[in-house]
């Protein structure tokens, strides 16, 4: 399977699927959640796919949302649709399959949300998280419901509201990454990693994943403060400041 911004191999009962972007640093558009979603969709039904890894091509895993594109709002609204089935977001963490994130570099935002949705996180030593939803006028919905679980609530409030950005060593203290392994062993790291699991029954697997995340939710508050953060106009300040190079004015009616 080939599509534009998302690349699929499938390899020992293995799908890898890559964000496609460099030039962009695997920003995230609209288009690449859509092939994203295929993608899963394909792996999902496939029986011999036993697990997903998901990376990125070139030397980010990815920058986040695609604040050049100006169907980036309509990318961000589309991932909290669960009725409709268009959520990619929702189809990752509902997927029955283990996923494992390969962060290869940067990940960020929306990115590193998506890394952080994966069942297993192995960074490389040149990775770099950052929840920075914030700095752009925006919240990191689904970092909002699951950072807390994975790193502690006060670590979490710390990185979302700070924006900073961390290091995979970093990352590793607390929590938030699985392992950090030298950037040329990666991949080789993770399949390794990716056969191990397949060698557990599927069933067991299946059941295991569902009864760990069990306890994942609040996905309508999250929504709810998203669409709050929309409509209060910080968002197209976030995304006008980032692309001319400078600090954004932020509303103070929303203070």
């Not at 890559?18 to 994203?36: C, G, Y």
């Not at 399959?97 to 192995?122: F, Q, R, S």
């Amino acid at each position: 399977m080939y599509a534009k911004d998302i690349l699929y191999e499938k390899k020992d009962s293995v799908a890898v699927m890559k964000f496609n972007r460099p030039e962009k640093k695997n920003a995230l558009s609209l288009e690449l959640i859509e092939d994203l979603r295929g993608a899963l969709e394909k792996a999902d039904s496939d029986d011999d796919v036993r697990v997903v890894v998901i990376t990125g091509v070139g030397d980010s895993f990815s920058s986040g949302a695609d604040l050049s594109d100006p169907r980036t709002l309509n990318m961000i609204e589309q991932e909290f649709e669960v009725s409709s089935g268009r959520s990619t977001m929702i189809k990752l963490i509902d997927l029955e399959k283990p996923t494992i994130a390969a962060v290869n570099g940067h990940a960020l935002g929306h990115g590193a949300e998506y890394a952080l949705m994966c069942d297993i996180i192995i960074a490389s030593d040149r990775a770099i998280f950052g929840f920075i939803g914030p700095r752009r006028g925006m919240t990191c919905p689904y970092a909002m419901i699951r950072l807390a679980d994975e790193i502690g609530r006060a670590k979490a409030k710390e990185l979302i509201l700070t924006c900073d950005r961390i290091s995979a060593e970093e990352a590793l203290r607390i929590g938030l990454v699985n392992r950090v392994v030298p950037h040329e062993e990666l991949m080789d790291v993770v399949f390794e990693l990716a056969l191990k699991i397949k060698r557990s029954a599927p069933l067991a697997v299946k059941l295991t994943k569902k009864a760990i995340n069990r306890g994942l939710g609040g996905y309508e508050h999250s929504k709810m403060a998203l669409e709050e953060a929309i409509n209060g106009g910080d968002m197209i300040e976030g995304a006008m400041a980032f692309m001319e190079r400078r600090e954004p004015i932020w509303d103070k009616r929303n203070r």
